[in-house]
């Protein structure tokens, strides 16, 4: 493969062997196949490496590098990218077809956007149910997006609501120092604000990729490491002086909130109100639950029908 493919997709993995080989064949699968698939083994102890290199196809590479974790593992990828473009999966996440095509396009109606995002679809992977809210919908993402910068970053501040599937302009990835390497959970969430804060940001209608749902035992599962992952980011947010002051400033409420949420996860006393230390936490869980509570579609949609099989 010689010549620079549009686009360069990074796939950080670790104990990925259950997984990767439907996540792998739903890359290689794009409609826009003109691209490069860079899997960065993040130290596996299991068969992940061998599943991967079962897999012949030149635009497929292998990186492999002792545990460091996802965000060494995505910067790895990037730091071996070829493309102006660089895309980001899960290892245990599928694309939909038309995905990457999509992507693209967004880029080609707005040179100025940085970073395009999208929503996906929830699948019980052992069912395989199709869940009738999508993987973003708890979030509640403004739909459309604000098209003011400053707006959507303000947006952004209050909640995650972008989905992993993204694609990013790599100079922008590597002018901000790529993913922070100190954090072992929100990492996404890190890199999306640092960028929203001086990047115009797109968006893909639909749902174009496909969520597993979450398996016990998964980062996002452990409220604690996930409550102490957000306070860090908020905190380091708010004292950045090259964000807009006024997300700066909404970031530090929030770095208070969360703050607040993580003292009523580990029990302890919190030192304001029994509002904010006891009741509040319990509504938000109580609400987040409700948002979370799965119903099911009778079949799977058509343009599900041929992602489901890498399953």
Do not use: C
Request: glycine share 4%; no cysteine.
């Amino acid at each position: 493969m010689s010549a620079v493919p549009p686009v360069s997709v990074v796939m950080p993995a670790f104990n990925a062997a259950e997984t990767i080989a439907g996540a792998v064949a739903s890359v290689l699968a794009q409609t826009a196949g003109d691209l490069e698939l860079i899997v960065v083994d993040d130290g596996s102890s299991d068969r992940t490496a061998e599943v991967v290199e079962a897999t012949a196809d030149p635009r497929l590479r292998l990186l492999r590098q002792e545990n460091s974790g996802a965000a060494a593992a995505r910067n790895a990828g990037v730091a071996a990218a070829r493309s102006p473009l660089v895309a980001f999966i899960d290892s245990d996440d599928l694309w939909l077809g038309g995905l990457l095509a999509g992507m693209r396009s967004v880029f080609e109606r707005d040179p100025a956007v940085a970073l395009v995002y999208t929503d996906a679809w929830v699948v019980d992977a052992v069912t395989r149910r199709v869940s009738t809210s999508s993987a973003m919908q708890w979030q509640h993402p403004p739909i459309p997006p604000p098209t003011d910068p400053t707006a959507f970053l303000l947006e952004l501040v209050e909640r995650n609501f972008l989905y992993t599937a993204t694609v990013a302009r790599r100079s922008v990835l590597t002018r901000l120092g790529g993913f922070d390497e100190r954090l072992r959970a929100a990492i996404d969430f890190d890199m999306w604000l640092r960028i929203a804060a001086s990047e115009r940001v797109g968006w893909l209608p639909g749902l174009n990729a496909v969520y597993r749902r979450e398996r016990p035992g998964s980062i996002s599962s452990d409220k604690t490491r996930m409550f102490r992952a957000l306070a860090e980011v908020y905190e380091r947010f708010a004292d950045d002086e090259s964000a807009p002051a006024v997300a700066r400033a909404r970031a530090r409420q929030r770095f208070a909130e969360v703050q607040r949420e993580l003292a009523a996860a580990e029990g302890r006393r919190d030192p304001g109100s029994f509002w904010r230390s006891q009741v509040r936490p319990r509504v938000v869980a109580l609400r987040n639950a409700a948002l979370r509570h799965e119903r099911w579609l009778q079949s799977p949609p058509p343009e599900l029908a041929d992602v489901l099989r890498y399953l």
